[in-house]
């Protein structure tokens, strides 16, 4: 299965990373090159969780796992796409959606018909 996974923050990542050793194609998109450019180089770009940090390399040498940073061409060819993006509470208690919403549209200039979201 194809699954893409929107977020690879410290939940985002770690997920993405499970589907691949579990043998799915699995394509992760990020805003942040940062983290991109890591896993495409095949290092983990958070350092949090030993047991994610160790599988990576193999992961991505065996290509079940890669980033991008364009979502819409992340999910194009995904049969499932998982979001995974901050959304953030202030003081006051109001919600910052400006992630999602801006995930969800990216997410619709990509995705296909019969795909899970």
Do not use: K
């Amino acid at each position: 299965m194809r699954v893409a996974v929107v977020g690879l923050g410290h939940i985002g990542l770690p997920l993405a990373a499970q589907y691949a050793s579990r043998g799915h194609r699995v394509i992760g998109c990020d805003t942040d090159a940062a983290i991109v450019d890591a896993l495409n180089a095949g290092r983990a770009p958070h350092d949090d969780e030993a047991e994610v940090t160790a599988r990576i390399p193999q992961l991505v040498a065996d290509g079940l796992l890669s980033a991008t940073l364009d979502d819409a061409e992340g999910v194009r060819g995904a049969e499932v796409v998982v979001v995974i993006v901050p959304v953030a509470v202030d003081e006051r208690g109001e919600v910052d959606f400006g992630a999602i919403d801006a995930a969800t549209a990216d997410i619709g200039r990509g995705i296909r018909p019969n795909c899970l979201v």
